[in-house]
C-alpha cells in the first residue's frame, strides 16, 4: 500500500506570495493533518480535516488554510508569505479520524521564503 | 491547548544499554499518547502508541504510561547505533473526537559505538 504523499517536495517563494501545498493519503485513510516543523518551534499542529470538514485548528493566523476533496486529498494554502513561513510542512493521515489514532506522516514539504 | 514537555538532550547512550526517554502532558483529560521517531532530514514514523497506564512492550520498545502522575516514558533495550534520531512524545490535540496531535519538542538521542 502506497504512503502519504506530498508535492511539490521543495519549493522557493519570495515574501508576499501565495504558496499551496498538495498532501496525498493513504488509501482508505479519511482523516488529513497539517503541521509545521521549525528548528526553534518543533512540530506544530495547522489544522485537520476529516471528510472535507476542517474539525480541528492550531494557532496560526488566517494566513493559513486548507481544504479537504471527496477523495480525502488535502491541500494547504499559505497567503502572503512571510520570512518566519520558511518552514518543513508535512501532512500526516489516519484511518478513521478519531482521536488517539495513529497517525502516518508524508516526507513534507521543505518551504523556503526569501 | 495541551501541552507536551520533553527533555531536549542530546542524551547519550553507550551501544547496548537502556535508553530512556520522557515526556510530560498538562491536560489529564488526555487518553492517549504516542511516540515517533524522527531521523536527520525525514518525515517522523510512529514508533509506539499507549493507552492504558502501565507498561506496553514491543521488541525492544517499551511504553510507560502514568496517568496520576502525567507521564509518558520510552524505553528502549539493547541500544543500538541506528536508534540515534530524536524522539517525540504526543497527545491529542483536543478533545471531542478530532485527529491532529500536540507534540513535544523532541528528544536527540545518540547511541554510542
Known amino acids: 500500500k502506497a504512503g502519504v504523499t506530498q508535492t511539490p517536495r521543495y519549493l522557493i517563494k519570495t515574501r508576499g506570495q501565495q504558496v499551496t501545498l498538495s498532501c496525498s493519503p493513504i488509501?482508505?485513510?479519511?482523516?488529513v493533518s497539517w503541521y509545521q516543523q521549525t528548528p526553534g518551534q518543533g512540530l506544530q499542529f495547522l489544522f485537520e480535516y476529516f471528510s472535507e470538514t476542517q474539525r480541528n485548528k492550531g494557532n496560526f493566523p488566517g494566513r493559513f488554510s486548507g481544504r479537504q476533496f471527496s477523495n480525502s486529498r488535502s491541500e494547504m494554502n499559505v497567503s502572503t508569505l512571510e520570512l518566519g513561513d520558511s518552514a518543513l510542512y508535512l501532512c500526516a493521515s489516519s484511518l478513521a479520524g478519531q482521536e488517539g489514532n495513529e497517525q502516518f506522516f508524508g516526507p513534507g514539504t521543505r518551504l523556503t521564503v526569501l | 491547548q495541551k501541552e507536551v514537555e520533553q527533555n531536549s538532550g542530546p542524551l547519550s547512550v553507550p551501544e547496548g544499554a537502556i535508553a530512556s526517554l520522557n515526556c510530560t502532558y498538562s491536560?489529564?483529560?488526555?487518553?492517549?499518547f504516542f511516540w515517533y521517531r524522527q531521523y536527520s532530514g525525514k518525515s517522523p514514523e510512529l514508533i509506539m502508541f499507549?493507552?492504558?497506564?502501565g507498561d506496553k512492550e514491543d521488541g525492544r520498545f517499551t511504553a510507560q504510561l502514568n496517568k496520576a502522575s502525567q507521564y509518558v516514558s520510552l524505553l528502549i533495550r539493547d541500544s543500538q547505533p541506528s536508534d540515534s534520531a530524536t524522539y517525540l512524545c504526543?497527545?491529542?490535540?483536543?478533545?471531542?473526537?478530532?485527529?491532529?496531535?500536540?507534540f513535544g519538542k523532541g528528544t536527540h538521542l545518540i547511541i554510542q559505538p
Open positions: 499507549i493507552y492504558s497506564n
Open positions: 491536560d489529564r483529560g488526555s487518553q492517549s
Open positions: 488509501s482508505g485513510h479519511r482523516s
Open positions: 504526543a497527545a491529542p490535540y483536543s478533545g471531542g473526537g478530532a485527529d491532529g496531535l500536540t
